[in-house]
């Protein structure tokens, strides 16, 4: 089953209004979590790592103040888009690696469409 | 730089066997990952390899040579269900990974 959750699954909304996705490990904890966005038949891109009780960390390019990262707990990491522009529409994942692996256990993934 | 290649798409027969190769050039290695990812859906987990050599598992393997920057993956028998794009991902010396862009994997009857 899944071991990684993402809400919400899809969602639109306006230009200029905030957007939150939440990541939840389901059964177990995870002080690292990462962000990534997909546009349509590219590769994944890592936005940014998201630390539990400290700040993420983003990659080059990655607005911080656009792209909101709170690591809340050891389960739950939540991605706002601020300001969402039709730019923003992608496909945002979060993954999570678990215990001392290096597989990443990914989550379904959030569609954004910024109308 | 850091660099994943491989191929864009690919076409293989239900049945048959393809091998879809990825090469890497990355600061550091720490072990190559193969992900399958269907449209519209998260990747999935299929394999991790770090030393040398052919894993295998079920229908699906995946060789790595370390000293050629090389990996592949294998599978056989294959379904209409396999038709997804595959990814190769590294992990470098900060142990980050460094994806590949996928590859398109089109099953035909």
């Known amino acids: 089953g899944a071991v990684v959750s993402q809400h919400p699954s899809r969602v639109i909304c306006k230009s200029g209004t905030s957007v939150k996705i939440e990541c939840r490990s389901l059964?177990?904890?995870?002080?690292?979590m990462f962000w990534y966005r997909q546009f349509p038949k590219k590769s994944l891109m890592l936005m940014a790592t998201s630390n539990e009780g400290s700040k993420a960390t983003y990659e080059q390019g990655v607005e911080k103040d656009k792209f909101l990262i709170n690591h809340a707990s050891l389960t739950l990491s939540t991605l706002t888009v601020t300001s969402a522009h039709p730019e923003d529409s992608s496909f945002y994942i979060c993954?999570?690696?678990?215990?001392?692996?290096?597989?990443?256990?990914f989550g379904p993934g959030t569609r954004l469409t910024v109308t | 730089g850091q660099n994943i290649d491989q191929p864009t798409e690919m076409t293989a027969t239900e049945g048959a066997i393809v091998q879809i190769n990825c090469t890497y050039q990355t600061s550091g290695f720490n072990g190559l990952f193969w992900y399958q990812q269907h449209a519209g859906e998260a990747p999935t987990f299929l394999s991790y390899n770090v030393l040398d050599g052919l894993e295998e598992k079920g229908r699906f393997s995946s060789f790595l040579s370390r000293s050629k920057g090389y990996s592949y993956l294998l599978l056989k028998e294959l379904q209409m269900k396999d038709s997804a794009s595959y990814l190769c991902a590294v992990l470098d010396s900060n142990y980050q990974l460094i994806w590949g862009a996928g590859t398109k994997l089109i099953i035909k009857p």
């Open positions: 059964d177990f904890q995870a002080t690292t």
């Open positions: 993954s999570a690696p678990r215990g001392d692996s290096y597989e990443q256990y």
